[in-house]
């Protein structure tokens, strides 16, 4: 069955150039992609899960074997055009029912992702990435009470990811560190 796209991912095909001019580009300038991705083993397999137009992915250009996953086939295109000479592949998918086998990859990340899903739809993730690979590695908004949660609740966005949701998923949470800009928490879990 095909992966099916929420309003939240026509609303950010939409506004994609102001979201990643401002916000991903921000996350370049201010290291807070390659704050996550030094968790990363050089050669390692690695997904990430709603990779969007490839910023986070350009962090691991010759430095690991890279698949970017994302409903959007506009930001696909994006991506690989960016990251064409990195040999980055990208897959048309969604997060809960992952196009791959069990094992496939050392690594799985998400980043500004889970805010999009319920609860239902952050465990049943949470699930198939521990499915598919040994290490979960997120960037997420993490506090409530900040500007940009507050943000996504007013443009629809679902609950934020907590450590309920990875545990409940059946993961243990090995680092959940405020990094003390964008309401952002980055974490392991295993």
């Known amino acids: 069955m095909p992966a099916k796209a929420k309003i939240i991912t026509k609303v950010l095909e939409m506004i994609y150039p102001l979201h990643d001019s401002v916000v991903a580009i921000e996350f370049q300038k201010r290291g807070l992609y390659l704050d996550l991705l030094k968790k990363v083993r050089k050669g390692a397999n690695v997904l990430e899960i709603g990779c969007g137009t490839g910023r986070l992915l350009e962090g691991l250009c010759g430095k690991a074997r890279a698949v970017g996953l994302d409903i959007s086939l506009k930001f696909l295109k994006i991506a690989k055009e960016r990251l064409d000479k990195c040999g980055i592949d990208f897959v048309y998918g969604t997060a809960t029912n992952l196009p791959f086998r069990s094992g496939t990859f050392e690594y799985a990340i998400t980043y500004t992702m889970m805010h999009h899903l319920t609860d239902k739809e952050k465990v049943q993730t949470i699930k198939e990435i521990k499915r598919v690979s040994k290490t979960y590695l997120f960037g997420e908004v993490g506090k409530r009470l900040c500007w940009s949660a507050i943000l996504l609740k007013i443009i629809g966005s679902k609950s934020l990811l907590t450590k309920r949701h990875i545990?409940?998923?059946?993961?243990?949470?090995?680092?959940?560190?405020?990094?003390d800009q964008f309401c952002l928490v980055h974490g392991m879990a295993r």
Do not use: H, P, Q, T
Not at 168 to 176: D, H, I, S
């Open 167 to 179: 545990e409940e998923a059946g993961m243990r949470v090995l680092e959940w560190k405020d990094v």
